[in-house]
């Protein structure tokens, strides 16, 4: 994931092995997570944490097959 990134990883994000082998690196099989802010904040606190991550990931390239609309 940090040659895909070109960077290494956050303390907040992980990456999650679509096939859930975990030995199996290859990009098209890895998706990068990161955490959600926890139950029951602020609405407030939401949108500022949706407003970092957006900042953070906008132009990056998409590593999930969500991007398509797939679950």
């Keep these: ?12 994000e ?9 030995d199996d690196n290859r990009p098209e099989n890895l998706e990068l997570w990161t955490r959600p802010p926890p139950a ?3 609405v407030s606190d939401a949108i ?8 953070l990931y906008t132009g990056a390239s998409d590593t999930s097959n969500n991007a398509q609309g797939r679950p």
């Design 1 to 12: 994931m940090k040659r895909i990134l070109g960077r290494h990883l956050l303390p907040t």
């Design 14 to 22: 992980s990456v999650h092995h679509r096939n859930g082998v975990r």
């Design 40 to 42: 029951g904040i602020r």
């Design 48 to 55: 500022a944490w949706a407003r970092e991550i957006l900042a």
